[in-house]
């Protein structure tokens, strides 16, 4: 069958936009954007932004205990960090408030670049921050109210 040549734009260099755009670009001139500049700066070199990665990326979705507060000296996920790091796990935080990175932990400030890095999110509650990536939220906050 014969199709004409298009011109198509896909929003979003993930696992679905950017594996149907190298089967796009088969026949049509296809052009991706993503939020994630560094992702388009390896697409820009033909490298892929899928990591081949041995181990897992578990993020730590605020370090805070309660909802405004601004203490997370105590905080209980300080010793789950360390037991993720000790099994293994590359431990990425999003904390706006912690000044500098926890010892063996990365830091991300921006919560677009944090969701699409971590394999799975860890969270003291259900913040509505965490809507769009649901799937991936693991939380004691069951009803979604603490
Ligand atoms: N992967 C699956 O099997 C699957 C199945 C069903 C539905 N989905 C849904 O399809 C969507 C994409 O899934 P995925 O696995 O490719 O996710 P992904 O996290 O691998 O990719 C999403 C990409 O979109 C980019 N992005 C986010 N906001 C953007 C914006 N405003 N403009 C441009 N780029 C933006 C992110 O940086 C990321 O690169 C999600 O909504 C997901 O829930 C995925």
Do not use: W
Request: aromatic content about 6%; hydrophobic content about 40%; some cysteine.
């Amino acid at each position: 069958m014969y199709l004409e040549r298009k011109n198509i734009a896909v929003a979003g260099a993930g696992y679905v936009g950017l594996s149907l755009a190298v089967f796009l670009a088969r026949r049509h001139h296809v052009c991706i954007v993503d939020v994630v500049r560094e992702k388009v700066d390896m697409l820009r070199r033909g490298e892929s932004p899928f990591e081949n990665r041995d181990r897992p990326v578990i993020g730590v979705y605020r370090l805070t205990m309660k909802q405004g507060s601004d203490n997370f000296r105590e905080s209980a996920v300080l010793d789950m960090i360390d037991s993720l790091r000790k099994k293994g796990a590359e431990v990425l935080i999003y904390e706006p408030l912690l000044k500098e990175a926890l010892p063996g932990c990365r830091m991300e400030r921006d919560l677009t670049r944090f969701s699409t890095q971590s394999d799975m999110i860890i969270a003291n509650r259900l913040d509505r921050q965490l809507a769009q990536v649901r799937e991936k939220v693991y939380t004691r906050d069951v009803f979604g109210r603490d």
